[in-house]
Antibody
Framework: EVQLVESGGGLVKPGGSLRLSCAASGFTFSSYSMNWVRQAPGKGLEWVSSISSSSSYIYYADSVKGRFTISRDNAKNSLYLQMNSLRAEDTAVYYC??????????????WGQGTMVTVSS | EIVLTQSPGTLSLSPGERATLSCRASQSVSSSYLAWYQQKPGQAPRLLIYGASSRATGIPDRFSGSGSGTDFTLTISRLEPEDFAVYYCQHQLTFGGGTKVEIK
């Protein structure tokens, strides 16, 4: 079964750090670009960061640039998001999502169940 | 930066009715990167449509996507009880604000 499972969320104080993990199974992880997408409580979806299959290309949303670092370990079929200098506005459910090309169309076709990050004193 | 505007914000319909959801881009975009997702409360988003009009694996044929340029549409031909949810369009790394389809 194709699956993504996030972990590492929790309660952290403003200015603190957290590292999220996403474990992939059921597909060749090293062949796909991966993404982090977040959703603040009661709000819509916000793309956070992307990493290409070989880590050659990395992108960040302006809202997290300089504070978050995306990485991957293809040998461990894992995706990571290191979050530093956390702010209250980073409070959200964080999803990892697989990026896929199919029949000339690109989309996020597999999503994890999400992990909640709460930034509060 | 491309902005995606979804309308209406909320759509109140009854089971069996047709739902038409709109996604408008602030400038012309490539259909190859236009996708639609469904999200139910407490669940992760699920890919419905990619490439503006191609159904993802396992998606019923009552869901269809169309459009080009700046105007895209997701149509649900006959609403089933499980279709009441929030729907998001996406282009590249940008998501629209969502349309909630609720039971009337």
């Amino acid at each position: 079964e194709v699956q993504l499972v996030e972990s590492g969320g929790g309660l952290v104080k403003p200015g603190g750090s957290l590292r999220l993990s996403c474990a992939a199974s059921g597909f060749t992880f090293s062949s796909y670009s991966m993404n982090w997408v977040r959703q603040a409580p009661g709000k819509g979806l916000e793309w956070v960061s992307s990493i290409s299959s070989s880590s050659s290309y990395i992108y960040y949303a302006d809202s997290v640039k300089g504070r978050f670092t995306i990485s991957r370990d293809n040998a461990k079929n894992s995706l990571y998001l290191q979050m530093n200098s956390l702010r209250a506005e980073d409070t959200a459910v964080y999803y990892c999502a697989r990026e896929n090309w199919n029949d000339g169309g690109r989309a996020f076709d597999i999503w994890g169940q999400g992990t909640m990050v709460t930034v509060s004193s | 930066e491309i902005v995606l505007t979804q309308s209406p914000g909320t759509l109140s319909l009854s089971p069996g009715e047709r739902a038409t959801l709109s996604c408008r881009a602030s400038q012309s975009v490539s259909s190859s990167y236009l996708a639609w997702y469904q999200q139910k409360p407490g669940q992760a988003p699920r890919l419905l449509i990619y490439g503006a009009s191609s159904r993802a694996t396992g998606i019923p044929d009552r869901f269809s996507g169309s459009g080009s340029g700046t105007d895209f549409t997701l149509t649900i031909s006959r609403l089933e009880p499980e279709d009441f949810a929030v729907y998001y369009c996406q282009h590249q790394l940008t998501f629209g604000g969502g349309t909630k389809v609720e039971i009337k």
